[in-house]
Every structure is written in structure tokens, then in C-alpha cells.
């Protein structure tokens, strides 16, 4: 019988996990592997979807049902023009929670959780937060700036308590957060639980390349930078020469490059031309890029699977929050969970403690 302390919060009686603790959807790094460990180390282990085609995708959640009899999710694309399909592989396979990366659309909402689905969109300001719960999203998940990946600028600490004042649905904090300090402190302002994606990248459990993890292990405080060169958007990456050279990049070379993966992307996902044009159309529509940034946007799926899959960090891109400067093991997701769970309680027992 575990000794591992439980906390009970809306995140957990939501989605029946047992720690109020998420591994986000990362793209090519939260693969069938990581989600299952992840699930089975009583968290909620999130599957990235947005890198799979829908076959793949199918087959991934069939492989983590295998894996593992507890709850998990799936990350989606809400501007892909297959996100109904999608959201029915969900419904058909008994998927417990379906994240966004961007506000589904309210039918879409109301669809999956007229199943038992629990929508958690990823937001990055209260209006937003305010938007989607308004559509019926369930609960909220924001990161800060400090995480890594696409992410804006206000940190953790503003941006937290910032949403918990707008909405009244259950807020899960991401951005900056890799040990118990950090769940006893979320669970302080208020948030329903944490989610992390570098602390989990670096774990024994991660398909990730060892070579690739001990890289990232290598890295300072100072070691990520935000950058809108690798596809118009703020993202934040390891600092390694490659990215110091696309800093650098001119047009030309970036048009060429641009071109080379946009094909290759192509091949890998087997969509035809014209779905490629009418989701890069949803995107501008939608009125968050521009079609340059679309354009630019196709770099990323291969830039990320050069260096997290191929383990070519000459020539990928190594998304990572800034806690990698504080990380220095490769613990299970089952010793990363009960470390951070028993941590957590010891602080909130001590502050208790501290109470006159």
C-alpha cells in the first residue's frame, strides 16, 4: 500500500486522477511511453496528438489503454480541420480528458462533454479564460512564461491569480514548476493543480534520447531563449548553436528552409496540399497569424522532431522551460510524482505549523 500523501482538489475529482499533478501534451515527447508511466504514477499523463495523423493518433490511445487502466488525455488542435474526428476517436475510446492547445469552438465543448469528457483548454490571459468558460470548457490550464514551447510573457505569479480572479472553474497552473515548492505554492493562490512538461521531458520514463536528455540536463537558468524566428511565434527553446544561427537567418536561407520542411512535413503526414492550405486558411481566420507565420508555422513539426526524436540538436529545435537550469536527475514518473506529492505536503504541514 503506497505512503504517498493524496491532495483532493477539482482537478483530481474531475478527471479521477489520484495527484493533482498533469504532464502536458508535448509534442513528439508525450507519446504512448511517458503517458501511461505518467497515468500509472497516479498524474495525468496527456497525449500529443497534434504531431499524428488520425490513424496514428487511434492507435497511440489504444497502445496507453494497454499500458495502463487509469485516466488520462489527449492534447488536440482546435483549428484542425479533422478536430471532429478527432474529438470522436476521444468519445469512442473512452478518453477521460481532451486538452487545447487553442478555445475549441462551443459545439465542440458541449460534444465531448456530453460524453463524460472533461475540456481543459490552455489559455494565456483571463479574457481568454473567461471566453472558454463561458463556452462550458471545464477547467482551465495557463503557463506563464517561464514554460516552454509557444508562450507568452507575463509570468506564472501574474498570471495565475489573474485568471483564478476571472473565472470560477478549476485553473491548472503550468510555467516554472518541477517540485513540491511549486504544487504547495499553486495550490496556495488557489490553482486546482500544476502541469509540467521540461520536468517530465526529463525523466527515465521519456522517449526523448538519452544523449538529447543529458544535453538538456547541461543547460543553466540562463540556458533558453523566446524566439519568433523559428515560426513567427514566441517560443521558447534551448539556447544551442542552431538556434543562435536561425537568430542570424536571413531571407533567403529561411525561405529555403521553410520549404524543405513544409514538403517534408507533408510526406510525414500524408495530408494532401489543399488541407493544408484550408487549416493554414483556419489559422489566419481565426486572426492569430498572419499567412507568413502559417507559412513559417510548418517549420516546427520537424525542426521539434530533428531534435527530440531524431536527436539531431544540430539541426532541431529543443523546446524547454526555463526550470531546465534547475534539473540535474532522470527520476520515473512514479519517483518524480511521489517525490513532488510528499514535498508538497511537508511544506503545507510546516506552514501550518507556522500559524499563530
Request: proline share 5%; net charge neutral.
Amino acid at each position: 500500500m503506497s505512503t504517498t500523501p493524496t491532495f483532493r482538489t477539482p482537478l483530481t475529482e474531475l478527471t479521477g486522477v489520484e495527484h493533482p499533478i498533469v504532464q502536458t501534451g508535448m509534442g513528439w515527447v508525450a507519446g504512448p511511453r511517458l503517458v501511461s508511466a505518467t497515468a500509472n504514477a497516479g498524474a495525468l499523463g496527456i497525449l500529443a496528438s497534434a504531431t499524428m495523423t488520425l490513424d496514428e493518433l487511434e492507435k497511440a490511445i489504444v497502445e496507453v489503454k494497454s499500458r495502463t487502466d487509469k485516466p488520462f488525455g489527449v492534447n488536440l488542435r482546435a483549428d484542425a480541420s479533422d478536430a471532429p474526428d478527432r474529438c470522436r476517436l476521444l468519445i469512442d475510446h473512452g478518453v477521460k480528458v481532451a486538452s487545447f492547445a487553442l478555445a475549441p469552438k462551443p459545439e465542440l465543448i458541449s460534444k465531448l462533454k456530453e460524453h463524460g469528457i472533461v475540456v481543459m483548454p490552455s489559455i494565456g490571459a483571463a479574457k481568454h479564460a473567461k471566453k472558454v468558460a463561458s463556452w462550458g470548457a471545464d477547467m482551465v490550464m495557463i503557463q506563464g512564461g517561464e514554460g516552454g514551447g509557444h508562450t507568452g510573457a507575463v509570468p506564472t505569479t501574474l498570471l495565475l491569480p489573474s485568471v483564478l480572479d476571472a473565472v470560477d472553474i478549476p485553473v491548472v497552473a503550468a510555467g516554472g514548476f518541477f517540485d513540491g515548492r511549486g504544487l504547495a505554492a499553486a495550490m496556495s493562490y488557489g490553482a486546482a493543480g500544476i502541469g509540467m512538461g521540461t520536468r517530465f521531458l526529463l525523466t527515465a520514463d521519456s522517449a526523448v534520447p538519452e544523449e538529447v536528455r543529458q544535453r538538456y540536463l547541461s543547460f543553466g537558468l540562463d540556458g533558453t531563449v523566446v524566439t519568433t524566428k523559428a515560426d513567427g511565434m514566441p517560443h521558447r527553446l534551448l539556447r544551442t548553436e542552431f538556434i543562435d544561427t536561425l537568430e542570424k537567418e536571413g531571407i533567403t536561407a529561411k525561405l529555403a528552409r521553410t520549404i524543405k520542411r513544409t514538403r517534408q512535413f507533408k510526406e510525414m503526414s500524408g495530408l494532401p496540399w489543399k488541407t493544408l492550405v484550408k487549416d493554414g486558411r483556419t489559422m489566419v481566420h481565426g486572426g492569430d497569424r498572419t499567412w507568413a507565420e502559417v507559412v513559417l508555422a510548418a517549420n516546427t513539426p520537424m525542426l521539434l522532431r530533428a531534435g527530440l526524436v531524431e536527436g539531431d540538436t544540430d539541426a532541431g529545435m529543443l523546446s524547454s522551460g526555463q526550470v531546465v537550469g534547475l534539473l540535474d536527475d532522470l527520476p520515473t514518473c512514479e519517483e518524480l510524482v511521489d517525490r513532488i506529492v510528499s514535498q508538497a505536503a511537508e511544506r503545507l504541514k510546516h506552514l501550518d505549523a507556522a500559524r499563530v
